[in-house]
């Protein structure tokens, strides 16, 4: 072998080389995965896909190739790692029976690598990892060496990388790459270094933080499926249920097709490899077993999911399409709006209203083409439309959201597909037929209560008091019209203890059966219950 050829041990430290650097690097990409839901975590995906072939043992190149392929075959998960997992597989077949390679059936191989990486996706999306891997490998090929190589390679990676936001409008809004083209662009870096020679260190032998586990709490009793199950699995075809010989898989990718989302397919030799989003993945594997019977198999809630905070500036654009700032006190809301996508929370409300300069400051740390205002308190809205007057460098639209409940409401209506144009009167005219009312405690004598009672209100009006707090949730859902409502979710103000909170919402529901109570942790000062009917 030459430093011009490689063979299987040299391909090995390749494969080793990019699963470090990306072992290094994943909770950054994971944070880049900006979809309705993240695909599980595609970084920490991506990761355990590669880390399932580098342990391969090395013999011909053509042998170490196919046996790299089969580990990521088996370890492949979420959507970017069974893509990742064909392109290795494109790889091992176009280096099939070779010794060694030198840099032109390298080069073919990538190209094999494309081609089975966008064969395996029904309907390809570009602006993805299939742009960047495509791309990248196009620009690199005719190189004179396999350092100019891998330099034209990464190269081109990382320029197709920083285009994905224009080929995908949910990347531009969100400002950021796509993240499975960035988890691929640290592999081919991390590559590179190991063709110069340098030591890659892999997480478990750098001290790295593990995978995160997963957090049960996202889920709960209350909870309600919204994003379905990653299913992924390996189905090996059986005789006894299918011509082999003659069997076409496309019987399989149609029905899937047409009953998940997120699909991606590959047939090799007797063996599926299936990756799709389902409702209903009990039917999916009582359909898929006509078939064959499985060799793996695995199911998650895509609700369950990890966030951190380790964004990458160079992965983050200067495009940001649409930013969101909202307005809350509690802490249970403030997280709630921070995960139904708000950029800002700006820490306030009743008592203790923000000044203009801390909307000025939250829009210009947000620096999107334009912004979504929920002032969420009446005496916060003339402030924040005060401060979308005085901006200059962004639209600002301000939603007369009134109280935090209309603000969770209208959070929870946001569709960022829309244009602004489309989502500024949509929402509005959802705050129509929203009601909310909250329940506090009177400081002073007055008509309506003595000192020490509980209010239940909506707006500035008193519809009812009473010394005890459950009597005044219930008689304030009376008054607001709760039978009328499918839906009512209660607050729980950071005073009331838990206890007492989950009594006050079975009460409620006992009281009006045709309507869905779900009590929500809040945290929220001054109320003790918000009460919001839609």
Known sequence: MTEETLDGKRFLSLVRGGAARLGENRKIVNDLNVFPIPDGDTGDNMYMTIEAGYRAAAGTLGETAAAVSRGMLTGARGNSGVILSRIFAGIAKGLDGCEEAGLEAFEKAMACGVESAYGAVPEPVEGTILTVLREGVAAASHSRNFDEYFDLLISAMDLSLQHTPELLYVLKRAGVVDSGGAGLLYIAEGMRAALHGQAALL???????????????????????????????????????????????REISDWLSAHGESLVFFRDGSIIKVHVHTRTPGEILNQCQKWGEFLTLKIENMTLQHHGNHMDERFRTRGKVLGVVTVAAGAGLQQAFSDMGADVVIEGGQTMNPPVQAFIEAFDSIGAESVLVFPNNGNILLTARQAAEMYGKSRVEVIPTRSLGEGYFAMANLDVSQTVDEIVPALEEALGDCVSGNVSRAIRDSEAGHTGDYLGMSGKDILCASPERQETILELARRLGTDSHDLALLFQGGDVPADEAEAAAGALQAAFPRTEVTLIPGGQPVYDYILLLC
């Open 203 to 249: 997480p478990e032998e750098a001290n790295l933080p593990a995978a995160h586990a997963v957090d049960l709490d996202a889920f709960s009793e209350d909870s309600t499926l919204e994003f379905g199950y990653c299913t992924e699995f390996l189905l090996r075809l059986q005789r006894s249920k299918v011509d082999l010989e003659h069997f076409d898989e």
